[in-house]
């Protein structure tokens, strides 16, 4: 097996196939071998798992998936690295490599087409600049055991935030709604060709199989925490009466009466038990 991520290697394979690399699809390629492979240990791949990866680049953490899964299957949308990804993964017979945008693949058509009988897991080094696309498509199409993903290190500080905390967000509350994240481990901007001017990290979403809250009406739950959100740092009934325009400021305020908030209370401090409240309320009200 080729060890891509030595650099020594890397360079010449790059160059043999006149590979330049994408400002625009974001690829920065891994110089060091202990990331994928801490990636796919920590991930709990085995034979027992079907993996979906986003983005095998050349192919450093695909080898270690598949060294250790049942069947892999990469989605790569640079055409440019097909002879690349032969060389470097072509001897694996539990791998197959689908030549797509995941953005417009139906990725829980996929799985249940691909792995069928195994355990359904996603991971990938995903590209800084589409990072939330991707996970949000991931994690709605609800067919996965886990996602082991790495981004920008303020992405996966911000996935698992506490509410109150500055890197709370409306993704935040998105993603927990769907999972329980956990940061593994940092990897250094050295750890790539070319260098990003970032830190990364490694975020492992174990993916709820129940919801631990009654939310009556999910579309209505999150557009209350788009409305809660919206306004940052202003009251939530500003919020909440600019995202439901039925309910007026009055509305709103007699919105989060009704759930026992204090008034002045801020969006960006409640946690999703209390925006179920919140959202449970807004939909008894028509």
């Known amino acids: 097996m080729i060890d891509v991520t030595d650099i020594h290697v890397m360079k010449p394979l790059l160059a043999e196939h006149g590979f330049h690399f994408s400002k625009a699809k974001g690829q920065n390629f891994l110089t060091a071998r202990w990331v ?6 920590d991930a709990g791949v085995d034979r027992s798992c079907g993996v979906l990866e986003v983005g095998p680049g050349i192919g450093p953490l695909t080898q270690q998936l598949a060294l250790r899964a049942g069947k892999v299957c990469a989605v790569e949308l ?3 690295l097909e002879p690349l990804l032969r060389k470097t993964v072509g001897e694996f017979e539990n791998l197959e490599i689908l030549w797509d945008d995941v953005l417009k693949l139906d990725v829980k058509a996929l799985v249940a087409e691909k792995f069928e009988g195994l355990r ?11 990072t939330s696309p991707i996970l949000t498509a991931l994690l709605e199409a609800e067919c996965f055991d886990s996602v ?15 509410p109150g905390s500055a890197d709370y967000s409306a993704f935040t509350v998105f993603c927990q709604y769907y999972a329980e994240p956990q940061i593994l481990f940092d990897v250094p901007a050295g750890c790539f060709l070319p260098q990003p001017k970032v830190t990364s990290a490694v975020v492992h979403l174990k993916v709820r199989k129940e919801l631990p809250w009654d ?10 925490v788009r409305a809660s959100f919206a306004m940052r740092r202003k009251k939530l009934s500003n919020g909440l009466a600019s995202g439901f325009s039925q309910l007026g400021k009055a509305g709103a305020a007699e919105v989060i009466a009704a759930c026992g908030f204090d008034e002045n209370v801020r969006g960006e401090t409640l946690g999703i038990p209390e925006f179920a409240r919140l959202a449970n309320e807004i939909a008894s009200r028509g």
């Open 36 to 41: 994928p492979e801490s990636i796919a240990e």
């Open 78 to 80: 640079d055409r440019r």
């Open 120 to 130: 359904p897991m996603a991971c990938a080094n995903l590209p800084y600049y589409i």
């Open 148 to 162: 082991t993903v790495m981004v920008q290190k303020e992405v996966a500080q911000r996935i698992c935030a506490q």
């Open 215 to 224: 939310i009556r009406d999910k579309d209505i739950f999150f557009r209350t």
